[in-house]
């Protein structure tokens, strides 16, 4: 039993490293590099923010939150559009010109 479940993990951490690999050659992969890569700047930004918002919330004034909140809103409408942005263009390009036969 435990076997087989250490086999499972095993299985999908050679998956995930073979498609995190993929991303940085010119195999196919099932990840998107644009996508990692904002992905991971999103977080670390998150936790910049957050750390900043408990080391200081004590003397933080209402302007201070505010324009934290401002940041946090601007950078998820970024994000919205940019997605948006991108399956508006990738949904015209992968249609088939329709063949005459």
Do not use: C, V
């Given at each position: ?9 095993k ?13 940085y ?8 590099k ?7 700047a ?37 994000i ?13 390009n992968d ?6 036969e």
């Amino acid at each position: 039993m435990m076997e087989s479940k250490i086999k499972f993990w095993k299985d999908r951490m050679y998956w995930l490293g073979k498609e995190l690999l993929g991303i940085y050659t010119s195999k196919s992969s099932f990840f998107s590099k644009k996508r990692l890569e904002s992905s991971i700047a999103f977080i670390i930004g998150q936790w910049g923010m957050i750390y900043w918002l408990i080391e200081n919330h004590s003397e933080a004034t209402s302007s201070d939150i505010a324009l934290w909140a401002g940041i946090e809103f601007a950078i998820s409408g970024y994000i919205l559009a940019e997605i948006q942005k991108e399956k508006k263009t990738n949904g015209t390009n992968d249609q088939e010109t329709p063949t005459q036969e």
